[in-house]
Nanobody, 122 residues
Framework: QVHLVESGGALVQPGGSLRLSCNAS????????IGWFRQALGKEREGLSC????????HYKNSVKGRFTISRDNSKNTMYLQMNNPKPEDTADYFC???????????????WGPGTEGTVSS
């Protein structure tokens, strides 16, 4: 089983930056594509980005393209979401997930972390 844990969620001001991490504490991530998702209060979970097992061909939802960057370091069993110029509407619980393919939809993913909260406010 793959066990994922997110970290790095915090209160950040608009125009700042925030870096979220997703760590596989006991299992290697290099067999899986990893996706980042979020769920805002009262809204459905949405896919933001994904990256292949080798780190190639990342995909992004249009609303975060150019602001968020996904990356991974397989040697550390860690994947990252760099959030630059976050906006108040980015406030949500953020989740990472693992799947055999890179898809910016939540349905196919096999393993999920418990989430970390990111709040964007002045």
């Amino acid at each position: 089983q793959v066990h994922l844990v997110e970290s790095g969620g915090a209160l950040v001001q608009p125009g700042g930056s925030l870096r979220l991490s997703c760590n596989a504490s006991r299992f290697a991530l290099d067999y899986y594509s990893i996706g980042w998702f979020r769920q805002a209060l009262g809204k459905e979970r949405e896919g933001l980005s994904c990256i292949s097992s080798t780190g190639g061909s990342p995909h992004y939802k249009n609303s975060v393209k150019g602001r968020f960057t996904i990356s991974r370091d397989n040697s550390k069993n860690t994947m990252y979401l760099q959030m630059n110029n976050p906006k108040p509407e980015d406030t949500a619980d953020y989740f990472c997930a693992a799947f055999s393919a890179c898809e910016v939809v939540s349905g196919p993913y096999d393993y999920w972390g418990p989430g970390t909260e990111g709040t964007v406010s002045s």
